[in-house]
């Protein structure tokens, strides 16, 4: 292959018609690559092509891309990054794609009249487990981005947004690298509008229903036997947020999961809790607040109240954000409108 090392050779780009359109054709190094980045199926392919509006058809290591100038242009920036991924041994999923996608569009609005310039791109987080997570829209870029910089980071923002995923694995990269020397994870114990009476079992045993989330995005970045050893030492500990009161947590990076079901009292006595050496983050989703009928969450109190203190970050996710599944990205929007026009749900009758 002529060109760069690890990269798809640039084609010419050649008018096909009035409107504009081009046809180019990249060709790949290491056939291995080429199809991990064109996907099974080339589903990979598909989803570039539904999102460009472009024709990508794959013969080998070869790819040949059809459609407007700028549309095909940024398919190609985006299947050259995302072969120089495959190149360094990381999978590359739907969601990878979706990344690659949202990295390349900021790079052409920053660099728009130089396509060979390459932007510093979104941030990453690594772990021993996961050599590279990026993120994978400018919104999870900046969340990332406040983590490393401030010691308190509240984050609101809509299901499937990747607040708990990340935030977890920020706290394991900062637990590996020495910068802080335990994780503590928390959230209020509130059920989601049901009452499941009595529960079973020790404390943990208890909590872990409300605490799934946190254990799933673990176990994503560390290896199984590492997140248990971790919890018999101490090092890794999960508590219910009312068990938090009276504690002075340094050296620690903790997380504060479904903040918006903590009253005003219990967030003021969670961020209270933060010692010397410690970071903080507070993610929820204000829509979703299960709290009793007029009681107000704590989590729009604390940040309307601190936002314009220094060392604490702020980071609001919309709905257009949300990377857990093209389908809850339609449905969190569909109810975003809902609830902007209450017109659309008549009030129930009693």
């Given amino acids: ?37 064109f996907g099974q199926y080339d589903h990979n392919l598909a989803k570039i092509e539904r999102r460009l509006g472009i024709v990508a058809a794959a013969n080998g290591n070869h790819v040949t891309l059809k459609g407007g100038v700028s549309s095909v242009d940024q398919a190609r920036r985006t299947l050259e990054r995302l072969y120089s991924r495959a190149a360094a041994g990381n999978a590359i999923s739907l969601g990878e794609v979706d990344g690659a996608l949202e990295e390349t569009l900021l790079q052409g609005s920053l660099f728009p009249d130089d396509a060979d310039v390459e932007p510093h791109g979104f941030e990453e987080i690594r772990t021993r487990k996961r050599p590279s997570v990026r993120a994978r829209n400018n919104a999870q870029s900046v969340y990332l981005r406040a983590l490393k910089k401030f010691e308190l980071v509240f984050a609101e923002g809509p299901a499937g947004t990747g607040k708990t995923w990340l935030a977890v694995g920020h706290a394991v990269s900062l637990l590996e690298q020495g910068v802080v020397e335990r994780i503590v994870l928390s959230r209020p114990a509130v059920e989601a509008g049901e009452r499941l009476g009595f529960l079973p079992g020790d404390m943990r045993e208890k909590v872990d229903p409300y605490l799934r989330p946190i254990y799933d995005a673990l176990h994503d970045f560390m290896d199984a036997r590492m997140v248990e050893r971790g919890m018999q030492t101490g090092m890794i500990e999960v508590a219910p947020l009312a068990f938090m009161r009276g504690r002075t947590l340094s050296n620690a990076c903790v997380l504060l999961d479904e903040a918006q079901n903590a009253t005003t009292m219990q967030m003021k006595m969670f961020l209270t809790r933060l010692g010397e050496g ?7 989703d204000p829509s979703q607040t299960d709290l009793p009928t007029g009681q107000r969450s704590g989590l729009n109190q604390a940040v309307q109240l601190l ?25 969190v929007d569909a109810y975003g409108k809902a609830e902007r026009d209450p017109a659309m749900f008549p009030a129930e009758r009693k």
Avoid at 307 to 325: P, Y
């Fill in 1 to 37: 292959m002529n060109g760069r090392s690890g990269a798809g050779q640039r084609g010419d780009f050649e008018p096909l018609s009035a409107k504009g359109d081009t046809e180019i054709t990249l060709t790949f190094g290491d056939n291995r690559h080429a199809s991990t980045v």
């Fill in 307 to 331: 936002r314009q203190i220094e060392g604490v970050g702020h980071v609001k996710f919309l709905e257009g954000d949300v990377v857990r599944h093209d389908l809850v990205r339609r449905i």
């Fill in 278 to 284: 410690s970071r903080m983050i507070v993610n929820g």
